[in-house]
């Protein structure tokens, strides 16, 4: 006979209730083995340096002091959640080392992107033209070393997609793929560094969401020998994702904690970076707080008070609450795209990654 005693519920903290996020699960397994499988690559490379010329080594060093300083590898995990939007069975093992591959794509753009900014630190430690600069004594011979590293860091990433053990027939679509993500991000830099009217979001579709969102999700998807309509489905996903993830890091590099994001704090403004946060806070601010703003804009010597005030004045103005309901918009809009041409498996996985790529805080 079942008890007519009630019991009492207790509270359930919103952490028990709260479904874990599959993205994250999958980010976990992936940087633990892409970075287990770049390491020994990188440990390889360097003793072959070491037999070619001891000299050799220490750029090699360099750039896998950098791939294995703070990586996320979310790249490398988006390239796996396109294989399963895909398909239910692919080549794990094609997929690993794509996802090397992107690392090292990243840390050559990461290398020549902080020489571009004369950016001084990266990921909570030197970039490589400054470390470079450091041990060879002189600015531009630092600068040289380190422009040949991020040379070298790209080469080795066509040669390890290329020895990824794909099949002939779709080698050749793979590596079409990861040509683009690099030429997008160069025509990026391109139009950032010297393109007076382009509209930010044109610059961060090409600069950023190239080759952290579109690029590793169809890398995924054509290891996987995804179908034409799940290749479009992915496309339209990635394209306002990949702007919302750069929108955020504009809000992290203006206001996120240097001990988190390994920058200075407002390290954005102080390089004069033309950001949609910028942007609309230079449209938001009266003329005299502009002109506060400004004194800080591109101006790598201001004072830590001048910066706080900068970004108090951005905040106040309602600019940084227009970017966040930005992010909010284009998370929504990536999310609506998950439907006809995308497993279900893919469908949460993405899902849980827009949550990754959009409200992390480094």
């Not at 397994?29 to 499988?37: A, I, L, M, N």
């Not at 020549?112 to 041990?135: K, N, Q």
């Not at 830099?189 to 590793?216: I, N």
Request: aromatic share 4%; hydrophobic share 45%; charged share 25%.
């Amino acid at each position: 006979m079942p008890s007519t005693v009630k019991r009492r519920r207790e509270p359930v903290s919103r952490k028990q209730v709260t479904p874990e996020n599959p993205f994250l699960s999958l980010l976990s397994e992936v940087q633990r083995e892409v970075t287990g499988r770049l390491e020994r690559l990188l440990e390889a490379r360097r003793k072959h340096a070491l037999e070619v010329d001891p000299e050799l080594e220490w750029m090699i060093g360099g750039v896998s002091d950098l791939c294995r300083r703070g990586g996320k590898r979310l790249r490398a995990a988006l390239i796996v959640a396109g294989c399963r939007a895909a398909a239910a069975r692919y080549d794990t093992e094609a997929a690993y080392r794509a996802g090397v591959a992107v690392e090292l794509l990243q840390a050559y753009f990461l290398i020549h992107d902080d020489w571009m900014d004369c950016d001084p630190v990266r990921r909570g430690g030197p970039s490589l033209h400054a470390l470079f600069g450091e041990r060879l004594g002189e600015p531009h011979r630092g600068a040289v070393a380190a422009v040949l590293a991020g040379d070298y860091a790209a080469a080795l990433a066509l040669e390890t997609l290329v020895g990824a053990g794909l099949p002939k027939a779709s080698l050749e679509a793979v590596v079409a793929r990861f040509a683009r993500m690099q030429h997008d991000a160069v025509l990026g830099q391109q139009l950032d560094s010297f393109g007076e009217s382009a509209e930010p979001e044109a610059v961060y579709a090409l600069k950023t969401g190239s080759y952290t969102v579109a690029g590793p999700l169809a890398l995924g998807a054509t290891i996987a020998s995804a179908r034409p309509e799940t290749l479009k489905a992915l496309e339209r996903f990635a394209a306002p994702v990949g702007i919302a993830f750069q929108l955020r890091d504009d809000l992290l590099g203006a206001f996120g904690e240097p001990a988190k994001t390994g920058k200075p704090l407002g390290s954005d403004l102080r390089a004069g970076k033309r950001t949609r946060l910028l942007l609309e806070a230079r449209r938001l601010l009266k003329p005299r707080e502009r002109a506060a703003l400004e004194r800080v804009v591109g101006n790598e010597k201001a004072r830590e008070l001048e910066v706080r005030r900068a970004l108090g004045l951005i905040e106040s103005s309602g600019a940084r609450a227009r970017v966040e309901a930005q992010i909010v918009e284009l998370a929504a809009l990536g999310r609506s795209a998950l439907g006809r041409g995308v497993s279900a498996d893919g469908a949460a996985l993405l899902s849980g990654a827009v949550d990754a790529l959009t409200e992390r805080v480094q």
